[in-house]
């Protein structure tokens, strides 16, 4: 749902998915798929973006925390985190 919230504001986006089918492939102009917790793809997608963040919340906490070293990551820690 944000990709295509993002198309409709003129937004170029990047999707990450571990699935080939995923709908927000449709509305994006780059994607990667690959597993969540391949540290190497996750990389590559990171030098992509300007920023990242993600729609659901059941990815490997490694991962999301490997992004967070590389790009602006939206959101940011949670203080009670």
Excluded: K
């Excluded at 994607?31 to 973006?49: E, I, K, N």
């Excluded at 990551?73 to 009670?80: A, C, E, K, L, S």
Aim: proline share 6%.
């Amino acid at each position: 749902m944000l990709a295509m919230a993002a198309a409709r504001l003129g937004l170029q986006t990047c999707i990450y998915n571990d699935a080939s089918d995923a709908p927000a492939f449709q509305v994006t102009q780059q994607s990667v798929t690959a597993p969540y917790d391949d540290l190497v793809q996750l990389g590559a997608f990171a030098d992509a973006c300007d920023a990242v963040t993600f729609e659901f919340e059941n990815l490997p906490a490694h991962a999301i925390a490997h992004l967070r070293t590389m790009c602006r990551f939206v959101p940011g820690r949670m203080p009670w985190r």
